[in-house]
């Protein structure tokens, strides 16, 4: 597949589209979204089923929150470049409902080419994990988020990594959510600082 490397953006995503699902219950890719040469790639796991329904990442529940922070920390998610780690939703179907599924590291190195690829053509400024799925696809190994939130690199790009805005939502207590929103908001005022003090890719 490197050997007849895409060479633009559009034609990553026509092979994309037209490529088998890698994951159970795939069904239509879901593209990354934003400007070449955006400040901030945003990389995510996986879409969701609102993702999968509307055709566009981040646009369900966990979408919600990362819009909030993001227009807190003064961050225009228009100007941002937004993807997943796994470009298909993957799910089993109970009754009418589709539940979402963590794909298996073996999946997110099948991705793992268009995701490298796609980085490289949108050449970000910093390229933000969203979670320990997107940093594992991004790093190529394993990276808890514990250990590992903040600053770093994903090969030839400067990184950084934080929580997946989905984590939030699944916090049942009020004050503990809180206190994860904030240093969520943290992350993302600190993503701004850096992205500010270096130059365009």
Do not use: C
């Amino acid at each position: 597949m490197s050997e007849s490397a895409p060479a633009t953006l559009e034609e990553l995503n026509r092979l994309i589209t037209e490529a088998e699902p890698g994951v159970t219950g795939g069904g239509r890719a879901v593209l990354g979204e934003g400007p070449i040469g955006a400040d901030i790639a945003l990389v995510g796991e996986q879409p969701g089923d609102r993702e999968d329904i509307e055709g566009h990442p981040f646009v369900g529940p966990a979408g919600q929150v990362l819009d909030r922070v993001m227009a807190e920390a003064g961050i225009d998610r228009r100007r941002a470049y937004v993807t997943n780690a796994v470009k298909h939703f993957k799910f089993v179907q109970r009754g009418k409902r589709r539940i979402h599924q963590r794909p298996t590291a073996g999946e997110v190195k099948h991705y793992r080419w268009w995701l490298q690829r796609e980085m490289d053509l949108v050449h970000p400024k910093l390229v933000v994990a969203l979670g320990a799925t997107a940093a594992l696809a991004l790093a190529g190994k394993a990276l808890p988020i514990g250990a590992n939130r903040g600053e770093t690199h994903f090969g030839s790009h400067e990184g950084y990594i934080t929580v997946h805005p989905s984590s939030l939502l699944r916090i049942p207590d009020a004050e503990a959510k809180q206190e994860a929103y904030r240093a969520f908001l943290a992350d993302f005022r600190r993503i701004r600082t850096l992205v500010a003090r270096r130059p365009a890719a």
